[in-house]
Each structure stands twice: as C-alpha cells, then as structure tokens.
C-alpha cells in the first residue's frame, strides 16, 4: 500500500490558520468555575435538608466533588425541582470518578444528539443517554 505522502508544505501564519478553520474551542472544562454550589447552599435552594442531600450523594444518586476534608460542593445542573435530574444516578454509575461523569454529561455528545447528555436528560432522553454513557469509556 503507498500512500499519498504528507501534502504540500505550507508557511507558518497559513498553517495557523488552517488550523484556526477546523479547530473548535472546547469549554467542557469551564464547568467547575460557575455551577458549583456548596452543600448548605445547595440543600436551602432545592428547599431540602442537608441530610438529604447527603444521603443523596452517599447512595449516588447525585454527583458532588470534594472541597476539603469534611465538605462538598454540587453541580447546580443535576437538579431540577428540587430533586436529582432521573437517570442521572444510572449514568454517573459507568464512571470511576465524579469529576468524569460529569465531564462527560456536560460535553456535547455524537451519541446525544450532539447536545450536553445532561440536557439529554432533562428532556427525558434517559435510555439515549445510558446507552451513551455505557459506552463512554470502550476507546480509552
């Protein structure tokens, strides 16, 4: 088999634009910054108590991240009226971490329709998404 070789060659400034023309900004990793709340926060928005949210988290229903020894803080975007969005508990359960599920719920996806699959969720796409997020990790 012979291929076609490497293609022409080009100056620096043309290649940085080639470049510019496919490449697509990827905010995935913006998240944290502006959705997180923290667990006392979290439980007076959604109007439930502490222990609630808790128990959510111990029993996975709710994907929460570390802050420190003794407290968490919550994604805002997995709630909604004041519960857990549905099927998020089945998705997150193909993930080893928290912070990877959730990078992965908040990153637009071929297998969802090209949206965030936690917007998938929200509109009830639930089995999409855990066939999506079962998956997720066959190519890594």
């Known amino acids: 088999m012979k291929g076609s070789g490497l293609g022409p060659l080009v100056s620096l400034e043309e290649g940085k634009a080639l470049l510019d023309e496919i490449t697509v900004d990827d905010d995935s990793t913006d998240w944290a910054a502006s959705e997180l709340l923290a667990a006392d926060r979290m439980a007076e928005k ?7 949210l808790d128990l959510w988290r111990d029993g996975g229903t709710v994907i ?7 407290e968490f803080v919550y994604p805002e975007r997995q709630f909604e009226h004041s519960r857990p969005i549905e099927g998020l508990d089945r998705v997150a359960a193909y ?26 969720l929200r509109s009830g796409h639930i089995d999409e998404v ?11």
């Open 64 to 70: 929460a991240f570390r802050k420190d020894a003794h």
């Open 95 to 120: 993930f080893p971490f928290p912070a990877e599920a959730w990078e992965w719920l908040v990153t637009p996806n071929p297998y969802t329709d090209s949206a965030a699959p936690v917007d998938r």
């Open 130 to 140: 855990v066939r999506a997020a079962e998956g997720a990790n066959d190519y890594q």
């Open 46 to 52: 959604l109007g439930i108590s502490a222990a609630t």
